[in-house]
């Protein structure tokens, strides 16, 4: 009996382990079946996207490609001349990114992309939506080299960055012969180094207590910036002209400067992540002052400089990798990567990790870059951060050029980037348009950077530019005397150019009556932006800006005291700060990707420009409509137009800033002035505004501001759900006393605009109705503004007539 029982809880046993097994089995062959769910939702407001877009054109070949990241997964993606698949032109699999730029050249023509991911049980997703797009026939060729081909590129031995061990002999030669004066000044320098050497002990930390962004804290903050460029950029120089001949004690003061700060907490005072503006130069010069004088150190150093990068090197990547591929709109981050570039190539073979980040800077170039514009040239933040970021971004230039063989000036970008200057600030401009830090600036503060990018593409507009404001400027230092072999540019008056340009990836339009001289010139600067109200370039959509004869008429105002400050946030990113308009006192949102515009429409000719720009969905209430038309008869009148709809009836508050106090007489008789050229305003509708006007910003930026500007506020009479303004700009010089006569009839479903000035007549059809039918003066139009220009002179007569989506 008891071996009975015996057998039988074996022969249970048994059963129940084969039953397992089954299950187990069966488990198994389910999951191996079952594909995981891929996350192919729409991008959204700051993240960069799916791309090439369907429909899209690719003026690169071959495109890079995009897709929305998914943890725990690597990729696969093909490419297809038919929709169908039947023929694969392009397929890669194993990819760690979310992005990738093939390493071939495809024949220019149509085709389709989709993608899938493997998890790491080798199980795939299911493949993505299709997306159709065209390569241009005359697309930039730009392939990104395979991983293994583009390391193998960069030297194994020092120098590596800016320059190779093989090129060293032409520049030692170069700099006895026809850069010997580029050499002499190197020399100076390291002579006055010398004289006087840097400081090397270790900045210090805030103090517990110190508030973010108050004066004590901006003091450290920068003032460690400083101290260490002051420091490292130093041994840099001298470690750099050592090497094309300078004396030893160059090489030996670089290295005893370098020892010195490498005994600095790599995650204290300079760390990237406590101050990455104290941060981003120590990585990047030392990593200069290393590679050049690499064989000066021994190896006990060189092994205390790696562990130091070591650190540093992961905490920016840890940082930016991979989140920079699919969200990089950040500011710092634009120059951070390409500077962790420069620590990649110069510890690649000698620390851990190094590879990654020369093989991460390098997928952001190619897939990722530049983020605040598209192929035709703008810039979102501004011509301070472009002038800032772009001349840092040459240096990675350099570098990619000399350690890999890539040319960053191929891009399409690079082909346009100089007519972002030529049209903002033509010669003798004061001013730099929207964006943060750009009030001050003047047309020649952009002459090194457009120095670099017409003698990179060899562009004569752009060598006009440069020999109009005093001639090219090229970078100084060591960085001078690496581009100093660049061939000369002949410089091409933009005579062929038109006056005004859009930027259409930027939303910004600029409407000159001359490129030639700002100072015998009237300019329009227009904004409604895809990029909405984010990072550097804060100002609300549907803004504009006028300068006359070389002043500042309407302007953008306050002064940045520190970033971020009360003054900063509250009032600088906020709609009343700039020309545009609140409803029931509240603006666009603020400093985000999401408040976004967009220009609609857009026409030049050598007499009138018309521009119109969408901006409802950017305010903290979107409104139904906010259709701010702009109409430049040139030289001396501009018609802004405005239709709004908010949801409910509503207040409408119309700013207007200038330098000086405003003069009103009366909502027809307004005046600014700016020394001797003045701007009459005309508000044409809404009759019965009030005005009011002050100089004291809401709030006031921090005592040692002393600026103050002027603020006008035209408030509607009554709450409406419908609003209309038309209001005439009259620039003028004060000596001028402009005929003017200016009339507004309201008719069923617009109005018509009549206005004579200076043996001009102008007829305008303004619709508010876009179905309803206006006609006079020999005009007829549905839902179109439509204008007729005539002159007294006997020139032909314009007839302009702007439908939404024409964009000349």
């Not at 877009?53 to 071959?62: H, I, K, L, T």
């Not at 409509?625 to 040139?634: C, G, L, W």
Request: hydrophobic residues 35%; glycine residues 8%; contains cysteine.
């Amino acid at each position: 009996m008891k071996l009975k029982r015996k057998n039988f809880r074996h022969d249970f046993f048994k059963s129940l382990t084969g039953i397992l097994l089954v299950l187990l089995m069966l488990a198994a062959a389910s999951a191996q079946g079952q594909t995981v769910k891929l996350d192919q939702r729409p991008a959204e407001p700051g993240q960069w996207g799916y791309r090439p877009a369907a429909g899209s054109v690719s003026q690169v070949n071959p495109p890079s490609f995009s897709w929305r990241p998914q943890t725990g997964l690597t990729w696969e993606i093909e490419c297809s001349n038919d929709a169908e698949f039947k023929k694969i032109e392009y397929r890669l699999g194993d990819l760690e990114f979310n992005v990738h730029c093939p390493p071939r050249t495809f024949e220019p023509g149509t085709y389709t992309w989709r993608y899938r991911g493997k998890d790491k049980n080798g199980t795939y997703t299911n493949l993505s939506h299709a997306r159709t797009f065209t390569i241009a026939a005359d697309a930039s060729e730009m392939p990104l080299p395979a991983r293994r081909e583009l390391i193998a590129r960069i030297p194994k031995s020092h120098p590596r960055l800016f320059m190779r061990p093989e090129n060293l002999g032409r520049l030692r030669e170069l700099a006895q012969g026809k850069m010997k004066p580029q050499y002499d000044r190197l020399v100076r320098e390291c002579d006055r180094i010398m004289t006087r050497p840097p400081a090397t002990a270790e900045p210090p930390k805030y103090p517990e207590g110190t508030i973010r962004n108050s004066d004590p804290w901006r003091k450290i903050w920068w003032g460690n910036r400083t101290y260490t460029i002051r420091a490292l950029n130093s041994a840099a120089t001298l470690a750099f002209t050592r090497l094309l001949g300078g004396p030893e004690k160059y090489g030996i003061e670089a290295k005893r400067i370098l020892l010195e700060c490498a005994k600095w907490d790599p995650k204290g005072s300079t760390g990237y992540r406590y101050n990455d503006e104290a941060g981003m130069p120590y990585n990047y010069y030392f990593s200069r002052t290393y590679t050049f004088v690499n064989d000066l150190l021994n190896e006990q150093e060189k092994e205390l400089c790696r562990k130091v990068m070591k650190v540093r090197g992961d905490e920016m990547y840890q940082h930016l990798c991979p989140r920079h591929l699919w969200r990089p709109y950040g500011s710092h981050a634009n120059r951070a990567w390409h500077f962790l570039g420069e620590v990649g190539i110069a510890f690649l073979g000698e620390v851990d990790g190094a590879e990654d980040w020369v093989w991460f800077a390098t997928n952001v170039f190619f897939n990722v870059y530049p983020v605040w514009s598209d192929d035709d040239g703008g810039w979102h933040e501004g011509s301070s951060y472009w002038a800032s970021y772009q001349n840092r971004f040459t240096w990675w230039a350099d570098v990619m050029r000399e350690a890999m063989g890539i040319n960053a000036f191929d891009k399409p970008f690079y082909s346009q980037a100089g007519y972002y200057p030529m049209y903002l600030m033509p010669p003798g401009k004061v001013g730099g348009g929207l964006g943060d830090l750009t009030a001050r600036r003047t047309a020649k503060s952009n002459v090194p950077l457009v120095s670099t990018f017409a003698a990179q593409d060899q562009n004569g507009h752009w060598q006009w530019y440069v020999e109009q404001l005093g001639g090219p400027e090229p970078a100084g230092g060591y960085i001078g005397f690496i581009r100093g072999g660049l061939p000369k540019v002949k410089a091409t008056l933009p005579s062929d150019l038109p006056n005004s340009r859009l930027f259409a990836g930027t939303g910004q339009a600029y409407l000159n009556t001359s490129l030639t001289d700002a100072s015998n010139s009237v300019q329009v600067v227009f904004k409604s932006s895809p990029f909405g109200t984010q990072s550097h370039g804060y100002e609300a959509n549907n803004s504009f800006l006028l300068w006359a004869y070389g002043k500042r008429l309407l302007i953008r105002t306050g002064r940045r005291d520190s970033y971020g400050s009360k003054h900063h946030t509250v009032w600088m990113w906020s709609t009343r700060s700039v020309n545009n308009i609140t409803v029931n006192g509240k603006g666009q949102s603020r400093r985000t990707s999401k408040a976004q515009g967009e220009i609609i429409a857009f026409k030049t000719t050598p007499e009138v420009d018309i521009v119109i720009g969408e901006a409802a969905d950017a305010y903290e209430t979107p409104l139904e409509r906010f259709t701010r038309a702009i109409i430049f008869v040139k030289p001396e009148l501009v018609i802004v137009f405005d239709r709004l709809e908010a949801k409910e009836p509503s207040t409408y508050e119309y700013w207007l800033h200038a330098v000086n106090k405003i003069n009103i007489k009366g909502q027809r008789q307004i005046q600014v002035r700016n020394d001797d050229v003045v701007c009459d305003i005309d508000f044409l509708t809404p009759a019965g505004l009030a005005f009011e006007q002050t100089d004291q910003y809401d709030p006031n930026p921090r005592p040692r501001i002393k600026l103050r500007e002027w603020h006008l506020t035209a408030t509607t009479p009554e709450k409406q759900k419908h609003m209309e303004f038309v209001t005439l700009y009259r620039p003028h010089r004060q000596q001028d006393k402009p005929d003017v006569g200016a009339t507004l009839r309201p008719v069923p479903g617009g109005y018509v605009l009549n206005v004579s000035q200076s043996g001009k007549k102008l007829t305008a059809l303004l619709p508010v109705d876009d179905t309803a039918t206006l006609e006079a003066g020999g005009l007829k139009t549905t839902g179109t503004i439509k204008v007729k220009l005539e002159h007294s002179s006997g020139q032909p007569t314009q007839i302009l007539e702007i439908r939404e989506g024409e964009l000349d």
